[in-house]
Structure formats: C-alpha cells, structure tokens
C-alpha cells in the first residue's frame, strides 16, 4: 500500500501523520509526505520573496526534516514538494501520478452539518469528489 499526506505545516499536519502512521505501521505501507505550493505566476502574486525559490527550498527542508524523523522509526517514507497552479487539483493529479492508495488530508471540524459537506472547505471538497484514491479527511482534535 502507497499512503499520500497532504502537509501544509508541522503543526497542522500532526494528526494526518500520526494517522497515517499508525495505519502504514500496522499494514506496512509506504508514505510520501507531498507539500504543494502555489505557483506565484498562476494565482497572480507579484511579491518578490514569493516568485523566488526561498519557498520552495524552506518547504523542501521542512518536509524533508519530518522524513527524517520518521525514517528513524524505520518507515518506508519520502519527501515531495510541488509547484502547482491550483492547489486542488495538484493533489489529486499528484495522487494519481504516484499510484497512491490512499490521501490523507486535514480538514476544517465536521461537527456542524455543513461541515459534512465540505461547504467551507474547497480543498477537501474537491479532492474528495475527485480524487480515484481513498480519502481520509483528518481533523484536529481538540484534546490534545
């Protein structure tokens, strides 16, 4: 089994990785942690620091730095980092390229009925509604 982790940052991303984890662990899957980013010529930014390769190599580092935690625990795991132009559709396009089994994806709390239906979460609804992969939308808990 190949598991995709949608990360946006260490801290958001903590509970998709701990699932995803858990999960690769016990059926001795392999995880490609995936970070996109959004090409700065396609969404129209014009800032300097962002039509630079700073972010990239800052999202590269990050990612590559959760990798290596996690290799010591002798997972099956790597680092992706992508540009895209449209952050939704690089997941699932990404997803498909890879041959994944399955997404893991962070999402907004679903215990409000909108919730269920992604209404405020585009991201999550799209790859959701598009994605031929598995989909785990993961929320933060709360307890923790």
Do not use: W
């Not at 396609?42 to 590559?64: C, H, K, M, R």
């Amino acid at each position: 089994m190949h598991f995709l982790v949608a990360f946006v940052s260490r801290d958001q991303s903590r509970c998709c990785l701990e699932l995803a984890v858990r999960l690769a662990v016990a059926n001795q899957a392999r995880i490609t942690i995936l970070k996109v980013l959004a090409n700065p010529h396609a969404v129209g930014v014009v800032a300097e620091l962002i039509a630079t390769d700073e972010p990239f190599v800052l999202a590269n580092s990050e990612v590559q730095s959760v990798v290596d935690e996690l290799m010591s625990d002798e997972l099956d795991v790597k680092a992706v980092v992508r540009k895209v132009d449209n952050v939704a559709e690089g997941l699932v396009s990404i997803s498909i390229e890879l041959g994944v089994d399955m997404v893991f994806l962070g999402t907004r709390d679903v215990r409000h009925p909108s919730g269920l239906l992604m209404e405020n979460d585009p991201i999550a609804h799209y790859v959701a509604e598009r994605c031929p992969a598995n989909v785990v939308l993961v929320r933060e808990r709360n307890d923790v």
